[in-house]
């Protein structure tokens, strides 16, 4: 019953919420006005004391996750903690702020002097970054809302074939290079409106968008985590970060015996097997093949940013001013009337086609500026994916993947070694 009481809290944290949700729904019947409710509400903005308040919470939950993923080596504990950060950063303070959509403030900070990006924006952005350099990923592991909800609905994992899983995992390099582009261009925050979850702890989405965050939660059932291994783009930055980690989670809480139980524990596929077994490769072979992946970096990025300058003018049609300039365009050429609510909203304010087109063509200029270097980044980052699997270090023992490792605690219980505290021995 202790054990699963975490899972009864989700339960009634969604039951609230279906029901907050569906008195809603009911219509209002009283106040017949023109006012015409936005699609989409943000939350109400926070006076900074209380911004500053969500900073300590973080930076709280941040040191109660390190000590119980590294010192405690509690499992039950970060569940616990998975569980208070999705009802805190979660449910009430409905996903914002949140370190993963901080890539954008950033990224729109840093290519527009018209944008200053908020103090605790960018604390939220880096701090979780900190964290991850000095002991890995232990914000995924019970601070991040958007892990916690997949970490509490993960029952029977199955593993992916490696090809899948690979494939999968080169995502998020894509997603993030998309979002920075799209941020830095001031054209969408692609993060924010594609957040599966955000709908639902806001009770405001588009049906769509629920949908797909229920059927990642299902999905998560078996394929644990699906968002953050397969499309979360702070993730990327996080597995970069925590692959340098000092003081990383350990599977075994002493000398690993290479006993094998926790071989298949992880659903992540994050434990890096001892090969003292294996036979060595010849050294000059090895030597080879890495100058040869290693020259093929500059080649990928070249390539890359040779696409993505090509791409440009499509890209550049998530900019809402650009479609706006498409449209007007396309009916002045066909003679079909453009009767969307930008364009309508566009002829009766009364500003000249000119001044569209004229704006049309600089933010298109900026993407042909700005998208070689996603390109250039996705090349760089294939190049280095394939010069890390051409590398082989010697193992002696079992230990977490750094990158990857999420430091959830699901292999502390199959290691069969134990550790008495002082008051035990």
């Known amino acids: 019953m202790k054990k699963a009481l975490p899972y009864i809290i989700l339960v009634l944290l969604l039951c609230w919420h279906a029901v907050m949700f569906a008195q809603d729904r009911f219509p209002r019947p009283e106040f017949e006005t ?78 527009n002097d018209g944008y200053t990006i908020p103090l605790t924006a960018l604390l939220f952005f880096i701090i979780p970054l900190v964290f991850a350099l000095l002991f890995g990923r232990v914000f995924c592991a019970g601070v991040c809302p958007l892990g916690a909800i997949q970490e509490l609905t ?80 702070y993730g990327v930055l996080l597995n970069i970060f925590s692959r340098f980690a000092g003081k990383h989670l350990t599977i075994t809480p002493a000398e690993c015996t290479n006993c094998r139980l926790c071989e298949a524990s992880c659903p992540y596929d994050a434990i890096l097997p001892s090969n003292t077994e294996q036979v060595s490769e010849a050294p000059e072979r090895s030597r080879k093949r890495f100058i040869l992946y290693f020259l093929f970096i500059p080649l990928f990025a070249i390539a890359g940013g040779y696409l993505f300058k090509n791409l440009a003018p499509a890209l550049s049609g998530v900019n809402s001013t650009v479609r706006l300039a498409r449209e007007i365009r396309f009916e002045k050429e066909s003679g079909i009337e453009a009767v969307t609510k930008s364009a309508l909203a566009f002829k009766e304010a009364g500003q000249t086609e000119a001044d569209l087109f004229a704006q049309e063509e600089f933010i298109i200029n900026r993407f042909r500026k700005a998208s070689p270097w996603a390109g250039i980044f996705l090349g760089i980052a294939l190049g280095i994916g394939m010069v890390s699997l051409s590398i082989r270090r010697r193992r002696t023992e079992y230990k977490p993947d750094q990158g990857k490792c999420y430091s959830c605690g699901k292999c502390f219980k199959y290691c069969p070694i134990k550790v008495k505290s002082s008051n035990e021995v």
Request: net charge positive; hydrophobic share 50%; charged share 10%.
């Open 34 to 111: 023109d006012y015409v409710y936005p699609e989409h509400q943000m939350p109400t903005q926070r006076a900074p004391f209380w911004q500053y308040i969500d900073l300590a919470v973080l930076i709280g939950a941040l040191i109660v996750t390190t000590w119980l993923a590294l010192k405690k080596r509690s499992r039950q504990g970060l569940l616990w903690m998975s569980v208070f950060s999705l009802a805190y950063f979660g449910f009430y303070r409905q996903g914002c702020i949140c370190s993963v959509g901080s890539v954008q403030n950033v990224s729109l900070a840093l290519f």
């Open 154 to 233: 993960g029952f029977a994992p199955v593993k992916l074939p490696k090809t899948v899983d690979v494939v999968l995992a080169s995502v998020p390099f894509v997603y993030l290079a998309l979002a920075v582009l799209f941020s830095a261009t001031n054209s969408t925050f692609l993060i924010c409106r594609y957040d599966p979850f955000v709908g639902i702890f806001r009770l405001d989405a588009p049906y769509t968008m629920i949908i797909f965050g229920v059927l990642l939660l299902l999905a998560g059932i078996f394929v644990n985590r699906p968002y953050c291994r397969y499309l979360c783009p």
